[in-house]
C-alpha cells in the first residue's frame, strides 16, 4: 500500500497515540486552557464550514474519490479547509492540555506535516486526473494552506445543508468534547 493511502485511510486513528501522550502529559492554567479552546472553535468552524460545502463524502477513508469538484465556500479560499481546520483543532487541544510544551507542539506540526503532504499529494493527483483543466486553474489560483481573502470564482455552486453537514462532523464533535472532558478530568486530579 503506497504512504498516501496508508495515511489516508488511517487517518483519523493515527493522531491515537499523541492523543494518550497529552493527556498523560496534560498540565493546564486557566490561560492555555482559554486559548486552546479558542483555537479548537476556530479549527472546528473551519472543518464545519467545508462539510457544509463537500458534503459527506470528506468521511470517507477507503480511496481518494471526489464526484465533483468543489470551489465555492472556503474551498474559494483555500484547496484543504478541513484539513486546515484539522490543523487548528488539534494545535487547540494541544495548546489547551498544555502538555510538554513547546516540544509537543513541535512533534504534532511535524507528524502532521508528514502526513497531510502525502494525503494531499494523493489527492491532487486524483483532482488533476479527474478535473484536468477545471484542477488546474482552480490550483492557480487559490492556495494550498494559507487562505487566501480574495475568493476563487466558480461556475458550480454548491447547496449547503446544515442539518446534513452536522450529522457528517458527529464523530469529530464527540471526539472533540471526549477528549475535552479528559483533560478536564486530568486537570481535576493534578
Known amino acids: 500500500m ?3 493511502r496508508f495515511f489516508f485511510k488511517y487517518r483519523s486513528f493515527t493522531p491515537i497515540p499523541l492523543i494518550l501522550a497529552v493527556l498523560i502529559l496534560s498540565r493546564p492554567t486557566w490561560i492555555s486552557f482559554a486559548a486552546g479552546c479558542a483555537l479548537v ?12 460545502y463537500a ?16 470551489t465555492d465556500g472556503p474551498f474559494a479560499h483555500v484547496r484543504n479547509p478541513l ?9 487547540g487541544l494541544l495548546v489547551m492540555a498544555w502538555a510538554w510544551m513547546p516540544w509537543m507542539l513541535l512533534l504534532f506540526w511535524t507528524l502532521f506535516y ?6 494531499v499529494r ?10 484536468p483543466d477545471d484542477f488546474e486553474k482552480y490550483m492557480s489560483h487559490v492556495p ?9 470564482t466558480c461556475t458550480e455552486r454548491s447547496s449547503p445543508v446544515f442539518k446534513k453537514a452536522l450529522r457528517s462532523e458527529k464523530n469529530t464533535l464527540q ?12 486537570w481535576h486530579l493534578l
Not at 508528514?114 to 494525503?119: E, P, R
Not at 494550498?144 to 476563487?152: D, E, I, L, T
Open 144 to 152: 494550498r494552506w494559507v487562505p487566501s481573502w480574495k475568493g476563487f
Open 175 to 186: 471526539a472533540i468534547i471526549t477528549v475535552l472532558i479528559l483533560i478536564l478530568i486530568r
Open 55 to 70: 458534503g459527506s463524502a470528506t468521511r470517507t477513508t477507503g480511496e481518494v474519490g471526489a464526484g465533483r469538484l468543489v
Open 2 to 4: 503506497d504512504i498516501g
Open 83 to 91: 484539513y486546515l481546520g484539522n490543523f487548528l483543532l488539534s494545535t
Open 41 to 52: 472553535l476556530l479549527g472546528e468552524g473551519m472543518r464545519f464550514w467545508g462539510v457544509l
Open 114 to 119: 508528514l502526513q497531510y503532504a502525502f494525503i
Open 122 to 131: 494523493d489527492e491532487e493527483a486524483f483532482l488533476k486526473q479527474k478535473f
